[in-house]
């Protein structure tokens, strides 16, 4: 294996956790804002109302998005396994 062979790889394999990570987070981040700006209009300061929707939004998002984060998985261990990302 050449150093370029593990550059690609390891630029994949990034690239492919970031493409699984981001709508999850993405989906944490907006109900994080929302309810940030409910708390803020409304002046409730309860900490742990952050939480509730947070998690619920984020299982819903991961239960969503669950068939395509396989198919990018997959996708990158055929690819490895396949020998297309580079000189194996």
Do not use: C, H, N, Y
């Not at 699984?20 to 309810?35: D, E, K, R, S």
């Not at 996708?75 to 396994?81: A, K, M, Y």
């Amino acid at each position: 294996m050449t150093p370029e062979g593990v550059l690609v790889i390891a630029r994949e394999g990034i690239t492919a956790l970031l493409m699984m990570a981001v709508p999850v987070v993405g989906v944490g981040l907006a109900t994080g804002l929302i309810v940030a700006v409910f708390q803020a209009t409304t002046q409730v300061q309860e900490p742990t109302l952050v939480f509730v929707p947070k998690i619920i939004a984020i299982m819903l998002a991961i239960m969503f998005f669950s068939d395509w984060i396989m198919t990018v998985i997959v996708e990158f261990t055929q690819g490895l396994w396949g020998g297309d990302m580079g000189t194996l």
